[in-house]
């Protein structure tokens, strides 16, 4: 058998958030969840929909899953709609957070998710794929933060939620690359969080452990048994586990907490 169990589907995602909270939550909230195709991004988009949220769900190359994700959140009586662009391209990205905004007037929140995992032992990695962590993981979320925060300047309110990782916060073998991308996240968050802190735009990073999702599914079951061992609840977590803590971050609730870094992981870190 193996030690992943499947993530639970997305309308059963929205089905989870509405038993957590109100419907209307979210309401009148525009909502960037860059890769939200898939994953993580798409628990947290579909969660942010069900909460009344108009959700764009950015994805890279995978168009039908990300209408799969838009069809989740219509399915819930949400608004969403599905829009590719390659957040490590600066130009690309601009462009279309642009074109977003004239139509939507601007975003209230905005998802760091899309992330890439190229890993390989430190003294064989390349240049290639050091870059590519970093262009996506790191470099991706400073171009879409870059890009949405005149717009929330000017509502005088946003909410800008990256997505780290537990291996940003402990480092991992053959993940030299990944780490660093996902510890400079938390630098960008604070250093934001600080700079924007006047302006009532709160920014925050979460840390997920490891997550049941095609990134993980990749490893194995012999590295999952063995990163189980590590994690004091004894099993992965589901995407829909972050995407709670995602909805609070993106609410009212949580107006005045910036600046944090908040692990969802099993207890695997305790920092
Ligand atoms: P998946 O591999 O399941 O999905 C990745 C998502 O990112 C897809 O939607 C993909 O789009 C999108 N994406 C990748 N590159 C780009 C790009 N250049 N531009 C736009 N979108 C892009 O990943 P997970 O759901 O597992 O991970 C999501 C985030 O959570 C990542 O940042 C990851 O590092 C982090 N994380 C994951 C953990 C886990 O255990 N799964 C643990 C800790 C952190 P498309 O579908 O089009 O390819």
Redesign the pocket.
Known sequence: MSTTPDAISPQQVAEHIRKTYNPSLLAGKVALV?????????SIAVALGACGARVIV??????A??QETVAAIEGVGGQARAV??????STQTSDAIKTLEKEFGGFDILVN?????KDNLFIKMKDEEWDANL???LK?SFICSRAVTMGMMRKRAGKIIN?????GLMGNVGQAA?AAS?AGLLGLTKSLARELASRNIQVNTI??????????SAHGDKLIENVIRQIPMER??D?VE?ARLAVFLASDASNYVTGQTIAVDGGMTMM
């Open positions: 860059t890769g939200g195709s898939r994953g993580i991004g798409r950015n994805y890279a190359g995978n168009a899953a990300a590719q662009f390659d957040v490590s391209n998710n899309a992330g890439v995992s262009n996506t993981n991706g997505i780290s990782s537990v291996i990944y996902k840390c997920p452990g490891y997550i049941t999702t095609d990134m993980t992965l977590g995407p972050i």
